[in-house]
Antibody
Framework: EVQLAESGGGLVQTGRSLRLSCRASGFTFADYAMNWVRQAPGKGLEWVSF??????????ESAASVKGRFTVSRDDFNSVVYLQMNSLEAGDTATYYCTRGRRPDGGTSYYYFDYWGQGTLVTVSS | DIQMTQSPSTLSASVGDRVTITCRAS??????LAWYQQKPGKAPKLLISKASILESGVPSRFSGSGSGTEFALTISSLHPDDFATYYCQQYHSYSHAFGLGTKLDIK
């Protein structure tokens, strides 16, 4: 059974940093891209970052709203993906979901999300 | 950036009704569209990928259609478990944009 378990959320002051972790199990972690998607309280979903599998080049990308502040990385040996969040702003307050990315063999280089963790809440306050 | 527009934002319906939610992309995304269902306090659940491919385990009363810029999610006969919020998401471009969601509630 595929499981994704996020941790590391909490209350943090504006301008500070936080690192989220997501431990995966039930599948061959190294074979898949991993993503972070967030949801502000009472709002919709926003893709944050992806990191491709090493076999797919290993590249990482982030949304314009977090580029330069957030960095995604992965540890394939321990089946963990991280989201390092720096210079946090009030607008980053959200539940952060770890998701497994899937894409077809051709036609697009981007992902839909077939498994989601339970989410971890990040609250940024002055 | 590709923008995704869902309509309606809220839909009131009864058990047994047939309902359709639409999703429009600001430019062509071919068939690279997914649909998700989210219940309060829970993570989203994947229903459909590639516009019309039903995920394993998803009831056959759910169906997806469309290509290019116009897409639809149809529930053929609403069950009590279907009252939730539904999101579309494009994966044609790097923004992976979601629609703002359609809340389906009981009339």
């Amino acid at each position: 059974e595929v499981q994704l378990a996020e941790s590391g959320g909490g209350l943090v002051q504006t301008g500070r940093s936080l690192r989220l972790s997501c431990r995966a199990s039930g599948f061959t972690f190294a074979d898949y891209a991993m993503n972070w998607v967030r949801q502000a309280p009472g709002k919709g979903l926003e893709w944050v970052s992806f990191i491709r599998s090493e076999d797919d080049g290993g590249a990482a990308e982030s949304a314009a709203s977090v580029k330069g502040r957030f960095t995604v990385s992965r540890d394939d040996f321990n089946s963990v993906v991280y989201l390092q969040m720096n210079s946090l702003e009030a607008g980053d307050t959200a539940t952060y979901y770890c998701t497994r990315g899937r894409r077809p063999d051709g036609g697009t280089s981007y992902y839909y999300f077939d498994y989601w963790g339970q989410g971890t809440l990040v609250t940024v306050s002055s | 950036d590709i923008q995704m527009t869902q309509s309606p934002s809220t839909l009131s319906a009864s058990v047994g009704d047939r309902v359709t939610i639409t999703c429009r992309a600001s430019q062509s995304i071919s068939v690279w569209l997914a649909w998700y269902q989210q219940k309060p306090g829970k993570a989203p659940k994947l229903l459909i990928s590639k516009a019309s491919i039903l995920e394993s385990g998803v009831p056959s009363r759910f169906s997806g259609s469309g290509s290019g810029t116009e897409f639809a999610l149809t529930i053929s006969s609403l069950h009590p478990d279907d009252f939730a919020t539904y999101y579309c998401q494009q994966y044609h471009s790097y923004s992976h944009a979601f629609g703002l969601g359609t809340k389906l509630d009981i009339k």
